[in-house]
C-alpha cells in the first residue's frame, strides 16, 4: 500500500493525463430547482436554532431542498449560510404516526386529501457562516437564526463566495454527527458545476487541501477523489 506522506496534487490520483472538467447542463440547471420550490422564493421556515445547526419546515410537503444544497437564513439583518444535509417527512402531530393504506399517493389525494394536512417535510441545516457584504465569514454567527427566518437557496454568486477559499472543507471534516464523506461530496460537486469551465483548476486546488486534511488516512482521500472525478467526467 503506498502511503502518503505529505500533501498530494490531485494529478497523483487522476491516470493518465485526464483532466475532469464539469459542464454545466440545462438538466443540471432544472435540478436545482425540481422540488425546491422557485429558485428566488423562499423553500423553508426555521422552526428550532442553534449557533451551530438549524430545523427548517419545508414551504411544501417533499419539498425539502437537495442533500448538500447550499441555502441562507435572513436573521437580524444578516445572512447566515448553512448546507442542507438531513431531511425527512413526518407527522406534524408528536403523537400519530402515517400508516400504509396500500394505495398511491394521488389515490390518497383524492379519497383522503387531509392525510397530507398532517403530514410535514422538515430539513436540517449545518451553519457555515455567514456574510459580511460580498464576502464570506467561515465562523459561526455570533447569534443563532430565529425562529420563523426563513430559508433561502443560495443564489449561484453566493455559492461561489462561500466555495471560493477551503476552509468550508474543514468545517465539515470536523463537525460532528454528519455524512461527511457524502456531504462533502454533493457540497464540491455544486461548487464544480458552477464554476464550469473552471472547474478543473477548482478541483485540483481542493483536492490538494483535501490531501492535506486527510493525509493520515489515505484510503478514505483516495475513495473521496475517485468518488469525485468519476462524478465529475460522467
Not at 494529478?11 to 472538467?21: C, H, I, K, L, T
Not at 436554532?49 to 417533499?62: F, G, P, Q, V, Y
Not at 451553519?127 to 457584504?133: Q, S, T
Not at 470536523?174 to 455544486?190: V, Y
Request: aromatic share 6%; with cysteine.
Amino acid at each position: 500500500m503506498k502511503q502518503v506522506t505529505g500533501t498530494r496534487s490531485l494529478e497523483s490520483f487522476v491516470e493518465g493525463d485526464a483532466r475532469p472538467v464539469s459542464h454545466r447542463s440545462a438538466s443540471s440547471a432544472a435540478d436545482k430547482v425540481a422540488g425546491n420550490g422557485s429558485k428566488s422564493g423562499r423553500v423553508g421556515e426555521v422552526v428550532e436554532s442553534s449557533t451551530t445547526t438549524l430545523i427548517a419546515e419545508a414551504c411544501r410537503l417533499h419539498g425539502a431542498p437537495d442533500f448538500g444544497a447550499f441555502v441562507r437564513v435572513e436573521s437580524d439583518g444578516r445572512n447566515i449560510i448553512g448546507v442542507v444535509h438531513n431531511a425527512r417527512t413526518q407527522s406534524s402531530e408528536p403523537n400519530r404516526r402515517p400508516m400504509a393504506y396500500g394505495k398511491t399517493e394521488a389515490e390518497l389525494r383524492r379519497e383522503q386529501p387531509q392525510i397530507f394536512e398532517l403530514l410535514s417535510t422538515q430539513f436540517e441545516v449545518f451553519v457555515l457562516g455567514y456574510l459580511d457584504g460580498a464576502s464570506m465569514v467561515h465562523r459561526f454567527p455570533p447569534q443563532p437564526s430565529r425562529i420563523h427566518s426563513f430559508v433561502f437557496p443560495c443564489r449561484d454568486e453566493e455559492v461561489l463566495t462561500v466555495t471560493e477559499e477551503s476552509q468550508f472543507l474543514r468545517s465539515i471534516l470536523e463537525a460532528p454527527g454528519l455524512p461527511t464523506d457524502e456531504l462533502l461530496l454533493a457540497i464540491l460537486r455544486r461548487a464544480l458545476d458552477e464554476r464550469g469551465g473552471e472547474s478543473g483548476q477548482y478541483l485540483q486546488s481542493m483536492g490538494s487541501e483535501l490531501s492535506r486534511l486527510l493525509r493520515d488516512d489515505y484510503d478514505r482521500l483516495s475513495a473521496l477523489i475517485h468518488r469525485l472525478t468519476a462524478g465529475s467526467t460522467a
